[in-house]
């Protein structure tokens, strides 16, 4: 059964279109994000499954025009800043690499990251679903994020970045970015997903 069509994706099979709706733009109106609609995002997040209920996902954001901006966008490199300087607000996803259940030491979580994985992809669900987008990046400086963000690289992971704003028309966009402004295909599900055996 063929699915729904949207953004000039098809899907294989039968899904929600929001997931063919979604996607990353680069073009963002700047204006400012109101408190309540990014506590939203977060909120969202916070609903991702996660190991032990362990829920080891961090999030350290800045708003756009803040002196916390500068040092955040400080850290991407020049390609994704030469974009995401139209965003409204600056974050950077962050996996604790520990369970600190009560009363025991801590211990290693293998899917610290994975989890983490889990709470952005409900944040950028969140965003779409209120007419923002985000926009996740692993193009910054990872030794130097440690010391921007304040992590304890021994304890934390610095995950990724992601853009959040509006989305404006492509038009406000440099090349190259202009021309790649569009919904990206993806690979078909035989492609990656395999009944009994991994097959490469």
Known sequence: MAGPEANGRTAEHDIDPMFLHRWSPRAFTGEPMPHDLLMGLFEAARWAPSAFNAQPWRFVYAHKSTAEWDRLFDVLIPYNQAWVKHASVLMYVISDRFRRADGREPAPIHSHSFDA?????????????VGWAAH????????RSYV???????????EAAIAVGRPADKDILDEPYRSREAPSPRNPVSSFAFEGRFKA
């Open 117 to 129: 994985g889990a709470a952005w992809a409900y944040l950028a669900l969140q965003a779409h679903r």
């Open 136 to 143: 996740g990046m692993a193009g910054f400086d990872l030794p």
């Open 148 to 158: 921007a963000l304040g992590v304890d690289e021994a304890q934390y992971r610095v």
